[in-house]
């Protein structure tokens, strides 16, 4: 059974999506207050007093819920839109921990130096922050992670799997514990448990959507494509707002969301951040003798690596140093996440639609109703 979900709670709900919020609920040119938002304000989540003591206490509930205890010391270091997000991941712990510290998500050798110097036993970082870590000790600064006596590493921010748990878990030494962050607000609101479910830290927080339709699916039809959708019965501006957040998941059992495997829509998940696939066409839109481009999502090593490859339609752009410059330049403004530009050598006169190609296997696609089929 499907069910609608303005139809199931009293009032009408409103269905978005993160790349329609801004133009269909929240306008970042009227917000007021601290704002929890992306590195362009494409989303722009006014936490007023009361939201932000609410956004705290769900942030420290998932933290307690995930495992973190009074003794102990915990390190942040966080990839994620909400420039503030570490920080108040920080501010959370502290309430909870005996010590608990930001340091944004640059600089491995300076991670290093700030567990050892702090005594931390808890890390919270992405998944591949942290195998970025294990690969720089093993191979750059020769020390062995179980030195750095880790009891419990919480990651989140990216699609991840069983066997990097496993492998994080026995080469530290330590619990490994996968948070879901909202990607809506950046702040963690449900933790995965040993069989792959997200507990929230508050009922009603989370919830599964068909990929087609403004429904919720509860129960599911077992082992078919659902979407998550986040609410925010505790934020005044959104509480009547269901949202899909873009990540895909396989449904289960009736009243559990199983964790994010995959993403779909209009945004792709980078090292972290969300990039919004609208705002690169608008972006290469307005530069002159583009005909084509592909963006590629690879995961060579332990980190994402992105690649935009781009066709001209005349001789003279292929080898304009201003010209490639110029579209370094216009994603740049668009995230901080670093886009290599690549060119094509040959002319393509004739124009094709852009391509986007995932090569961990993560984006499904941006065609939600062709993905349910």
């Given at each position: 059974m499907t069910t609608n979900l303005a139809g199931a709670e009293a009032g009408t709900l409103t269905w978005g999506t993160r790349a329609d919020l801004a133009a269909t609920v929240l306008d970042p040119s009227k917000a007021t207050g601290l704002l929890a938002g992306t590195p362009t304000a494409d989303i722009a989540v006014p936490l007023g007093p009361v939201a932000r003591k609410h956004a705290h206490q769900l942030t420290k509930a998932t933290l307690a819920d995930a495992g973190l205890g009074a003794g102990d010391r915990v390190v942040v270091a966080l990839n994620s839109d909400g420039d503030l997000a570490g920080a108040r991941v920080a501010e959370a712990a502290a309430d909870i921990a005996e010590s608990a510290i930001s340091v944004g998500p640059r600089g491995r050798m300076r991670l290093l130096e700030t567990l050892q110097r702090t005594r931390s036993d808890v890390l919270v970082a992405t998944p591949t922050g942290v195998?970025?870590?294990?690969?720089?000790?093993?191979l750059e600064f020769l020390v062995d992670p179980l030195d750095l006596e880790l009891r419990l590493i919480l990651l989140t921010g990216e699609i991840t799997d069983d066997k990097t748990r496993r492998h994080?878990?026995?080469?530290?030494?330590?619990?490994?514990?996968?948070?879901?962050?909202?990607?809506?607000?950046?702040?963690?609101?449900?933790?995965?448990?040993?069989?792959?479910?997200?507990?929230?830290?508050?009922?009603?927080?989370?919830?599964?959507?068909?990929?087609?339709d403004n429904t919720l699916i509860d129960p599911p039809v077992p082992g078919t494509r659902a979407e998550i959708v986040v609410r925010h019965t505790w934020h005044p501006e959104l509480s009547t707002v269901a949202i899909r957040t873009g990540h895909v998941t396989i449904a289960g059992e009736a009243g559990v969301v199983p964790a994010p495997l995959h993403t779909v829509g209009e945004s792709v998940l980078v090292r972290g951040r969300w990039l919004s696939l609208t705002a690169v066409r608008k972006a290469l839109a307005k530069i002159d003798g583009i005909s084509r481009w592909r963006f590629e999502i690879s995961r060579d090593g332990t980190l994402d690596a992105a690649l935009l490859t781009v066709s001209f339609n005349r001789d003279s752009l292929i080898r304009n140093g201003m010209w490639k410059s110029r579209i370094e330049q216009a994603l740049t403004a668009l995230t901080p996440v670093k886009i290599e530009v690549a060119v094509d050598e040959q002319v393509q006169e004739e124009p094709l639609p852009p391509e986007v190609v995932d090569h961990r296997g993560h984006h499904l696609g941006t065609d939600r109703s062709a993905l349910a089929r």
């Open positions: 195998a970025d870590l294990l690969a720089r000790l093993h994080l878990a026995r080469e530290f030494g330590a619990t490994v514990v996968e948070l879901y962050t909202d990607p809506v607000t950046g702040i963690p609101v449900a933790h995965r448990d040993d069989a792959g479910r997200l507990v929230p830290a508050e009922p009603g927080l989370l919830a599964l959507a068909a990929l087609d």
